[in-house]
């Protein structure tokens, strides 16, 4: 299994709050990607990484931002949570940029 | 933009038979990728098995082997002996080649299998 955390990996927070998730890879990947999932939507890509301090987004990003200073740390942040973003988050990360490995996800609930 | 439909949104299938689930994708792009994923009731997203576009011969890993139809851009997930820990959501996704790690994994909604004793 390819090395990689997440943390928290449960999260109750207020409507309004910051929250900041951590990715964590121990493999050296160049690549890494959050994802939320969604009853029905399946998972979508929110933002990624394809450097050290080289983020881009994705297709839902409104309301998230990353940060990557370190190749083995990937943060996404909700700078004020909403309820929309309750949901349960997985971080990949990928080596030449097409197989993508999962972490176990974090579930996100705002209340 | 490119969809990934998954029509069975779940399937049943009894330990030690075989089960297929559909999956198919819609794309104007020639060179792409393709992935099935397997997400136990533990969460975990799990890579099961990958297909290249530019590649006749279907993938295959173990008990799991993929029947790629490129003409007809359906990408079905064939099981075989099925055991009770291949019950999992199984989710099918689309790739298109290009700058590594810009291109997003693109999923279908998900097939909910049962595997009963």
């Known amino acids: 299994d390819a090395g990689i955390t997440q943390s928290p990996r449960h999260k109750v927070t207020e409507t309004g709050t910051p929250v900041t998730l951590r990715c964590h890879q121990t493999e050296n990947h160049r690549y890494m990607y959050w994802y939320r999932q969604d009853p029905g939507h399946g998972l979508r890509l929110i933002h990624y990484?394809?450097?050290?301090?080289?983020?881009d987004k994705g297709e839902v990003s409104d309301g998230y931002s990353v940060s990557r200073s370190k190749t083995e740390d990937f943060l996404l942040t909700l700078e004020s949570a909403t309820s929309s973003q309750t949901s349960v988050y997985f971080c990949?990360?990928?080596?030449?940029?097409?197989?993508?490995?999962f972490g176990p996800g974090t579930r996100l609930t705002v209340t | 933009a490119q969809t990934v439909t998954q029509s069975q949104p779940e399937m049943s299938v009894q330990e030690a038979e075989t089960v297929t689930l559909s999956c198919t994708y819609d794309?104007?792009?020639?060179?792409?990728?393709l992935f099935w994923y397997k997400q136990p009731p533990s969460r975990q997203m799990i890579l099961v098995i990958r297909?290249?576009?530019?590649?006749?011969q279907n993938a295959t890993e173990n008990r799991f082997s993929v029947n790629f139809q490129k003409a007809a851009k359906s990408f079905s997930l064939k099981i075989s002996d099925s055991q009770l820990g291949d019950t999992a959501m199984y989710f099918c996704?689309?790739?298109?080649?290009?700058?590594?790690?810009?291109?997003?994994?693109?999923f279908g909604k998900g097939t909910k299998l049962t595997v009963n004793p």
């Open positions: 794309t104007s792009e020639n060179n792409y990728y």
């Open positions: 996704a689309f790739m298109k080649s290009g700058k590594g790690g810009s291109e997003k994994l693109v």
């Open positions: 297909q290249e576009a530019y590649k006749q």
């Open positions: 990484s394809y450097g050290v301090k080289d983020t």
């Open positions: 990949a990360i990928s080596e030449f940029g097409f197989e993508q490995y």
